[in-house]
Every structure is written in structure tokens, then in C-alpha cells.
């Protein structure tokens, strides 16, 4: 790969390589996330100069994180937007550990009920407890909707 392009010590160059390691390089620590999921970058992506030219197109800042809307969906310019990284942590997907099979919804033993929480800006909130995983997911869902937040909504 030639480095014609003199950015090779820009942040913008550092995140391009980041993103390409964590999906492509079997030996970064990461990659489990990514590549060994099935994460790819698409193709136009491999030059810099052009993931470079989307960036600075789509909002791009030395402070913002590449994030991809769907957690699912590979780094794509319709799947990828510049944002901060409060934002992106909202962005995540469920916890291994999820039982219910739906984002924010999980088991109360206490209350022997399906229990709903969202947590915005650092902060968690309750949103009820319920006979039903998918009663939690729906009103999960409509949380997110009614308040216009950037979190994943659960497929149902």
C-alpha cells in the first residue's frame, strides 16, 4: 500500500488503520468483536483517500469516533456516521449475558418479572416490569422513539 498521501501521522489516518485492524488482523485484540464476527469494511474503504473524503464529507472531527449505526452491519458509508463516543456507547448491542433476547430487557429474580431499563447520559432509568420479555422490548422501544435518542431499537 503506498503512503503517497503524507497523512500517515494524522488522527483521521490513525482511525482508518484502527477500524481496518480490528476487522482484518486476526492478531488484534479486537478482532474478536469485528472480523471474527463477520465485520468487513467495504471496498472502497481500502484507500485512505477516499474513507478520508467520505469522513471529511460526513462530520468528521479529531474528537468524534467512526461509529456504525447498525452494530450488526459493516463499515459502510450508509452505515457509518461521525459521532462522540457517549453517543456510540448507546449505540451498543445487547450484553452476552442478555436473557431475554432483547436490548435493555432483562430477568428480575427479586420481582420474578421481565424488568426494562435504559441508561442515558450516564444515567439509568427504570422503565417497568413486565409478564413478557417482548412487553419490556416494546416499551423500550417506544422510550427510545418518544425521546428521540440514538440507542438501537430491538427487533420484534
Given at each position: 500500500?503506498?503512503?503517497t498521501h503524507?497523512?500517515?501521522n494524522?488522527i483521521i489516518?490513525?482511525?482508518?488503520k484502527?477500524?481496518?485492524?480490528?476487522?482484518?488482523?486476526?492478531?488484534?485484540t479486537?478482532?474478536?468483536?469485528?472480523?471474527k464476527?463477520?465485520?468487513?469494511?467495504c471496498?472502497?474503504w481500502?484507500s485512505?483517500?477516499?474513507f478520508?473524503?467520505?469522513?471529511?464529507?460526513n462530520?468528521y472531527?479529531?474528537?468524534?469516533?467512526?461509529?456504525r449505526?447498525?452494530?450488526?452491519?459493516?463499515?459502510?458509508?450508509?452505515?457509518?456516521?461521525?459521532t462522540t463516543?457517549?453517543?456510540?456507547?448507546q449505540?451498543?448491542?445487547?450484553?452476552?449475558?442478555n436473557?431475554?433476547?432483547?436490548?435493555?430487557v432483562?430477568?428480575n429474580?427479586?420481582?420474578?418479572?421481565w424488568?426494562?431499563r435504559i441508561?442515558?447520559?450516564?444515567?439509568?432509568f427504570?422503565?417497568?416490569l413486565?409478564?413478557?420479555?417482548?412487553?419490556?422490548?416494546?416499551?423500550y422501544n417506544?422510550y427510545?422513539t418518544?425521546?428521540?435518542?440514538?440507542h438501537p431499537l430491538n427487533?420484534?
Amino acid at each position: 500500500m503506498s503512503k503517497t498521501h503524507n497523512k500517515s501521522n494524522t488522527i483521521i489516518y490513525s482511525k482508518w488503520k484502527d477500524m481496518r485492524k480490528r476487522c482484518l488482523n486476526k492478531n488484534s485484540t479486537r478482532y474478536k468483536y469485528y472480523g471474527k464476527l463477520g465485520i468487513t469494511i467495504c471496498k472502497e474503504w481500502s484507500s485512505f483517500e477516499v474513507f478520508e473524503l467520505w469522513s471529511l464529507s460526513n462530520g468528521y472531527s479529531d474528537k468524534l469516533s467512526i461509529d456504525r449505526i447498525n452494530t450488526k452491519g459493516n463499515y459502510e458509508p450508509s452505515n457509518c456516521r461521525w459521532t462522540t463516543l457517549l453517543i456510540q456507547k448507546q449505540n451498543r448491542g445487547k450484553f452476552k449475558n442478555n436473557t431475554s433476547g432483547f436490548k435493555g430487557v432483562n430477568w428480575n429474580k427479586k420481582e420474578s418479572k421481565w424488568m426494562a431499563r435504559i441508561q442515558v447520559n450516564n444515567k439509568r432509568f427504570l422503565l417497568g416490569l413486565f409478564s413478557t420479555a417482548e412487553e419490556g422490548a416494546i416499551i423500550y422501544n417506544k422510550y427510545i422513539t418518544d425521546n428521540n435518542l440514538n440507542h438501537p431499537l430491538n427487533d420484534i
